[in-house]
């Protein structure tokens, strides 16, 4: 493992954006700006963009694989991702088939982050039953792992469908693979899972001292070890607001941030946001909100404290102005990777 | 108190957050689940550095105040028996994707705690550290907030207050007497207060109109005279 790599990409739900005069943008807009926005990225040289799906009305994405099938076609050099695909409320067969169709159209720059879904509307909506959330991921997982090894398989399971001598098309050409990482939130048994499985981790740490999560990593850690696995690099995935002006960046989250984590709070139990709470989140938790020296120290502090390697930062949460968001994008690509680079100690990408 | 042992059933999320937690306030803590105990020893040695694991059996029988970390819908696994005598705090909810999608253990006329309580007819059980999140309840005790949140709870046996008292405030939270068991209803998903994670006096203007609210208006349609 090459500890001086680091990778650093965007993620977005694509939430119902917002065009500069305050008009909200319906969700097919709202798409073609995340292409327009995963292009913008390209070009600027961020490492990744990662789409997660989500069947509610805050949110355009349901389908991130098509909207990156648009993205593999007018971009060269971005990693295409998914944050994350539930595949507990998916068909593993049907998920490979897109995904291996994906690996055609990009080259090989798709990446599928696998996770058991902190939404659950996708579980009635596809037919599935809430209750059998653990068990349905426990033995997907287990069929993409045996998809992903290619060829002819034979598989039965309780949940999924009986395969007999079965081959899955398109197939991944020969020695590739489609790069796939786990999706971690606050359970012991998804890290461990994750490093039985070989997979790389992304934590999303999205509220409180990220550092919290250093006995995680440790048990990760302790984990390949006991299993005799790979090392693997960590990564985490949290909110952000990259402005010039610092009060305007505030503003920003708490217009819109507050406001996404107040609507979803109402379906998920969750209590309304306090300011000290949102204040305490910027100065010290999980928002990564501020200029571009401001979150670029942050997200340095953290990737250093928890061993991170990779950094994926939400932008546009709760939708914000056009102007804001790309103002987001080019901070981050321009002033703060690098920053965060020279921070981790210079030597960099090898 | 100071030999007070506390057990924890269940190392999820919420029984792995509650043990770090309390051995961070220097209580004596074990805990306990479903899996085998070197394994789990493991992962605790790591998550809640300090907290001795043990079987299930040996944590209900050693330990002073009991605390539920298990999906509410396993209470019958408990044996009455080996819990009587018990100090119970019951930081169970109901949740669909564990406890299925049909509730068929309580409903607005009984808090699922008197369900336990029924159960466990030997033990003085309070209902406690079900109303917030388990994110919630480290970061906003980590984080020292100038004020700390308030954690209700309820129970019908007044000797036990103190020591519930005692544990929330140790643990690092301000402890809100709810009274009767009854209003641990109130704490339950759906009601206004769940979720929350704020301080004493906030938390009391909430109670204070609760019966405004559409879940309070369900529970006088349920209970009638008697709330």
């Known amino acids: 493992m090459n500890k001086t790599t680091y990778q650093f990409g965007l993620n977005t739900f694509g939430d119902l954006a917002f065009k500069d005069d305050g008009t909200p943008m319906t969700g097919a807009e709202s798409l073609r700006q995340v292409v327009a926005e995963g292009q913008l990225a390209d070009r600027l040289g961020i490492d990744l963009i990662a789409l997660g799906e989500h069947h509610r009305s805050e949110f355009a994405i349901s389908s991130p694989e098509i909207v990156l099938g648009a993205l593999a076609a007018t971009t060269r050099h971005i990693k295409l991702g998914t944050a994350v695909t539930v595949l507990s409320s998916d068909d593993p067969v049907r998920v490979f088939e897109r995904f291996s169709t994906l690996h055609a159209l990009a080259n090989g720059r798709e990446e599928i982050m696998l996770g058991r879904g902190s939404f659950t509307e996708s579980f009635p909506l596809y037919g599935y039953d809430l209750e059998n959330y653990n068990e349905l991921f426990e033995e997907k997982i287990e069929l993409w792992e045996k998809l992903l090894a290619g060829g002819a398989i034979d598989w039965e399971g309780k949940f999924t469908q009986k395969l007999t001598d079965t081959t899955v098309y398109p197939k991944l050409p020969a020695g590739e693979t489609i790069a796939t990482t786990l999706a971690v939130g606050g359970s012991p048994e998804s890290i461990i899972r994750a490093a039985y499985y070989e997979l790389p981790v992304v934590i999303a740490i999205i509220g409180g001292e990220p550092v919290r999560f250093r006995p995680y990593v440790d048990l990760y850690h302790k984990a390949v070890k006991q299993m005799n696995k790979p090392e693997l690099p960590l990564g985490m995935h949290a909110h952000g607001i990259i402005l010039d002006d610092e009060d305007e960046a505030k503003k920003v989250g708490w217009q819109y941030i507050k406001a996404e ?40 502090k ?34 703060v990777i690098p920053r965060v680079k020279e921070l981790l100690g210079g030597a960099a990408n090898a | 108190m100071p030999d007070l042992t506390i057990g924890i059933l269940g190392a999820g999320k919420l029984g792995s957050t509650l043990a770090r937690l309390g051995t961070q306030a220097g209580f004596k803590l074990l805990i306990a689940s479903r899996r085998p105990v070197d394994q789990l020893q493991w992962v605790i040695d790591t998550l809640a550095p300090g907290a001795v694991t043990t079987t299930a059996d040996a944590l209900v029988a050693q330990a002073d105040v009991i605390i539920l970390a298990i999906p509410l819908s396993h209470y019958r696994d408990l044996d009455p028996q080996a819990f009587a005598g018990k100090i119970v705090l019951d930081a169970t909810n109901y949740w669909v994707e564990v406890d299925g999608t049909v509730n068929e253990i309580s409903d607005l006329t009984h808090s699922s705690s008197e369900v336990i309580q029924d159960w466990l007819a030997q033990s003085k059980v309070a209902k406690a550290f079900n109303h917030m999140g388990y994110h919630d309840l480290e970061i906003e005790v980590d984080r020292k907030p100038t004020l700390p949140r308030a954690m209700a709870f309820a129970t019908d046996h007044d000797d036990i207050r103190p020591v519930v008292t005692q544990i929330l405030s140790g643990f690092g939270f301000a402890p809100l007497d709810l009274g009767p068991l009854r209003f641990g209803l109130l704490l339950e998903p759906g009601s206004p207060l769940f979720g929350e994670a704020i301080p004493t006096t906030e938390f009391r203007e909430k109670l204070a109109k609760i019966y405004d609210s559409t879940f309070g208006q369900k529970i006088i349609a349920a209970r009638g005279n008697k709330l």
């Open chain 1, 261 to 300: 984590m107040d609507r979803i709070g109402i379906d998920r139990g969750w209590a309304p946001m306090t300011r000290d709470r949102f204040e305490f989140e910027i100065d010290k938790g999980s928002y990564y909100v501020g200029t571009p020296e401001q979150v670029a120290q942050k997200i340095a």
């Open chain 1, 302 to 335: 953290n990737m250093n404290a928890l061993d991170m390697q990779r950094f994926d930062l939400v932008y546009g949460t709760g939708g914000q102005l056009l102007h804001q968001r790309t103002a987001t994008i080019r901070n981050y690509a321009q002033k």
